[in-house]
């Protein structure tokens, strides 16, 4: 690692330097003695795991309810559509949508069943 530190032209910037320098390998001294136990070291991933659980969790409710938002505002363009159509044209969408929808119903049901 290197490192270039620029130290000043006066005797007072340098007497700074040096005792920042100083600081700077004794933490470093300090650092590299330094040993985690065991256990230390199994609490930390513990907590780890449980952070990367949450995450995972809010990252999916957060899906849901945008697949939620979708789905709400997918209803409520349908439905003003549907209230700006004649009646006659309206029940047709209607009865199409509806037919739409039991067709899904019954592929998740062949699914299910060949499971």
Same mark, same amino acid.
């Not at 136990?37 to 952070?51: D, M």
């Not at 047709?92 to 998740?108: F, G, P, S």
């Given at each position: 690692?290197?490192?270039? %530190?620029? @130290?000043? +032209?006066?005797?007072? =910037?340098?007497?700074?330097?040096? *005792?920042? !320098?100083?600081?700077?390998? !004794?933490?470093?001294? $300090?650092? /590299?003695?330094? +040993?985690? /136990?065991? +256990?230390?070291?199994? &609490?930390? =991933?513990?907590?780890?795991? $449980? %952070?990367?659980? @949450?995450?995972?969790?809010?990252?999916?409710? %957060?899906?849901?309810?945008? %697949?939620?938002?979708?789905?709400? !505002?997918?209803?409520?363009?349908?439905?003003? *559509?549907? &209230? +700006?159509?004649?009646?006659?044209?309206? $029940?047709?969408?209607? =009865?199409?949508? &509806?037919?739409?929808?039991?067709?899904?119903?019954?592929?998740?049901?062949? *699914?299910? @069943? *060949?499971?």
């Amino acid at each position: 690692m290197r490192a270039r %530190i620029a @130290v000043g +032209s006066t005797p007072e =910037e340098m007497q700074h330097a040096v *005792k920042a !320098l100083e600081a700077v390998f !004794l933490i470093l001294d $300090k650092i /590299s003695r330094i +040993s985690i /136990s065991e +256990s230390v070291k199994n &609490r930390c =991933e513990k907590n780890r795991k $449980k %952070i990367e659980a @949450v995450k995972k969790t809010e990252k999916a409710e %957060i899906a849901e309810a945008e %697949i939620a938002e979708k789905k709400r !505002l997918e209803k409520a363009k349908l439905n003003a *559509k549907l &209230r +700006s159509l004649p009646p006659e044209e309206a $029940k047709k969408l209607e =009865e199409k949508m &509806r037919k739409a929808e039991e067709t899904k119903q019954k592929k998740k049901m062949m *699914k299910m @069943v *060949k499971h």
